[in-house]
């Protein structure tokens, strides 16, 4: 399928829409006084997936109607004033709109309807200040509603595995590493030829440039944005994995094709390009790992967990977390940074966790500090390395107020579907590798007891000694009780085939369930959206059959890519494979954005 380069699309200026000259504007009108407004300069991304046209939505746009809504005391965010609309013909500069009711935050979604009275183009700023008696200039991009924007540099991007994209500062996505090759190594595919090419998007003006170079060339590791010193932390990854070409086993690797060095810390300059750098004396500090979880902390902080070699380890002992602390005085940007030499038997776990899934809590503690979740990873190991019984497969992390300390808690009793406490959940028994996590926020329950829920979707399994192929009933709703210290695990809706090594995204209230790979060497999924049940507020969530779209039909299937959520609740797609053959052929790889349809209602 041909992937054709985004184009922006801009127009700035000049058409107003006042609340009062508006039929369906709010009924009780806020005073002028205690209003403010936008002039919204509209730009638009163009370049679609799956399809042939290209032109601007400038052209074709009708109307806009601009929705405004801010959080209420629960956080939930709801519309503060009726709908405004505007009528657009194209030709005029840009649109304004006032009479909005001054506060902060405001979130703002701009939608744009063609003729057939669809919302079809989407845009959305969010945590805005609306001023009293001010109009303010806001830039904003229209996306595709339901469907696919391509984006990417004019020659195209490579067929990649094992990317990442980070979301940093300004709302902007760092892309770095994946594997670009694949040949056949006697009963195995060797995935190799790393990248150290770094991509920079920016979602706001829709351009994909060069950002240069990471330090090392990597695939399968993992990196986040650290927001107090604005640099990006780059842990683990492998020069080479192997997959089983009889599909027999998914990629594997093994410590000796772990990337040197194996972290590294990043800066964009002013010019976007990337300064990368680490600290050869204290690379022992790390464990070489492929795909690790890792948990930012307060002020820079990041534990690093998983990522041992599945489906069982070597005689290092992956159950320990490792740290990185900023602080510390080292030969990296800036001077500072990397990990700590930790005390033995500091931060471990209740597993090694490899191929887990981790997701941070909505809420913080009482205390202030941060709370993750962690679900599935391989067996219990322990400290030679020697794999034991299957340990729980969920437990979680809770920072301590100390700066670079914490805890990991499996205290919790698991409940399962029975409603009955249980030492291991029956139904999600043996090794569960490559799932996704989702946060689904906090709920009350009638009692007044809170509780915070999270999506876990899919993955395979290692069980009595065999890789078992992706089970599509492997899709479970957690709500975390600490009231209770109860974790009860409850069954979704299975998805239309079993995936592991997809993504999901947690977005308008739904879980998009990104692709993925249905068996253990490929077979492209396509996409699932789960939404809450409306006749079950609190209970699993569900798959609407009268939600498929076209958009579907439209993604291109892939698995081992990588994801974000933008800023505007988009999703940003990068890299994957259908079958890691595909790696054979380097051009025509994929780089998207995905907005849903129901982000427009």
């Known amino acids: 399928m041909t992937l054709t380069r985004s184009r922006l699309i801009a127009a700035v200026g000049g058409l107003t829409c006042a609340v009062a000259a508006l039929a369906g504007c709010a009924t009780q009108p806020v005073p002028a006084e205690e209003t403010g407004g936008f002039a919204l300069k509209v730009s638009a991304l ?15 746009i009708r109307k806009f109607k601009l929705i405004v809504r801010e959080p209420d005391a629960q956080g939930l965010l709801t519309q503060i004033m009726a709908p405004l609309e505007a009528s657009f013909n194209g030709t005029s500069k840009g649109i304004s709109f006032t009479g909005i009711p001054a506060g902060s935050p405001r979130e703002v979604t701009l939608l744009g309807y063609t003729q057939d009275g669809k919302p079809s183009w989407f845009a959305r700023k969010s945590a805005l200040t609306i001023n009293k008696l001010e109009t303010q200039t806001v830039d904003v991009t229209l996306m595709a509603a339901e469907g696919f924007t391509c984006v990417g540099p004019e020659a195209g991007v490579n067929k990649l595995a094992f990317p990442v994209v980070t979301r940093i500062a300004s709302d902007k996505i760092l892309i770095t590493g994946g594997f670009a090759d694949a040949t056949v190594d006697g009963a195995d595919l060797k995935l190799g030829l790393p990248q150290s090419q770094a991509w920079l998007f920016d979602p706001a003006k829709g351009t994909f440039t060069d950002a240069g170079q990471l330090a090392a060339p990597r695939g399968g590791h993992s990196a986040v944005y650290l927001p107090k010193s604005g640099k990006i932390l780059i842990v683990g990854g492998a020069k080479e994995m192997k997959v089983k070409a009889d599909g027999s086993a998914p990629p594997v690797w093994t410590p000796a094709t772990a990337v040197t060095p194996r972290w590294e810390v990043c800066k964009l300059n002013d010019k976007n390009q990337l300064e990368c750098s680490s600290d050869d004396s204290i690379q022992d500090n790390v464990r070489p790992r492929v795909m690790p979880n890792l948990m930012v902390l307060t002020a820079d902080y990041v534990v690093a967990t998983g990522g041992a070699p599945w489906p069982t380890t070597d005689s290092t002992d992956f159950r320990c977390a490792d740290l990185f602390d900023p602080t510390l005085t080292s030969q990296v940007i800036g001077g500072k940074g990397g990990f700590v030499k930790l005390k033995a038997g500091a931060l471990c776990m209740n597993g090694s966790r490899a191929g887990s899934a981790i997701a941070p809590f909505a809420t913080p503690t009482d205390a202030g500090t941060l709370r993750y979740l962690i679900w599935g990873g391989n067996q219990t190991i322990s400290a030679s390395g020697v794999s034991s019984a299957p340990g729980k497969v969920v437990e979680s992390f809770l920072e301590s107020s100390n700066l670079g300390d914490g805890r990991f808690n499996d205290d919790y009793t698991l409940v399962g579907v029975d409603g009955k406490a249980t030492t291991d959940y029956s139904e999600a028994t043996g090794s569960l590798f490559f799932p996704t996590l989702s946060s689904l926020g906090t709920a009350t329950l009638d009692s007044g007891e809170k509780v915070e829920r999270f999506a876990a979707i899919g993955g395979t399994r290692w069980k009595d000694g065999v890789w078992a192929k992706p089970n599509k009933e492997d899709a479970y709703l957690l709500t975390v009780n600490d009231a209770k210290k109860t974790i009860t695990i409850q069954k979704m809706p299975g998805l239309g085939a079993g995936v592991y090594l997809h993504s999901a995204t947690s977005t308008g209230g739904h879980v998009v369930v990104t692709g993925g790979l249905t068996g253990l060497k490929g077979g492209g999924a396509t996409m699932t959206n789960f939404e809450v049940n409306p006749d079950d507020l609190l209970g699993p969530l569900f798959i609407n059959p009268d939600s498929a779209t076209d958009a579907a039909a439209a993604f291109i299937p ?32 994929a780089s998207d954005v995905y907005c849903p349809g129901f982000l427009a209602q």
């Open 46 to 60: 163009t370049g679609t997936c799956g399809s042939t046209s290209t032109n601007s939505p400038l052209g074709e």
């Open 558 to 589: 892939r698995g081992a890519l990588a994801t974000t959520k933008l800023s505007n609740d988009c999703i940003m797609l990068f890299g994957g494979v259908a079958d890691f053959d595909d790696l054979k052929t380097h051009d025509g790889g």
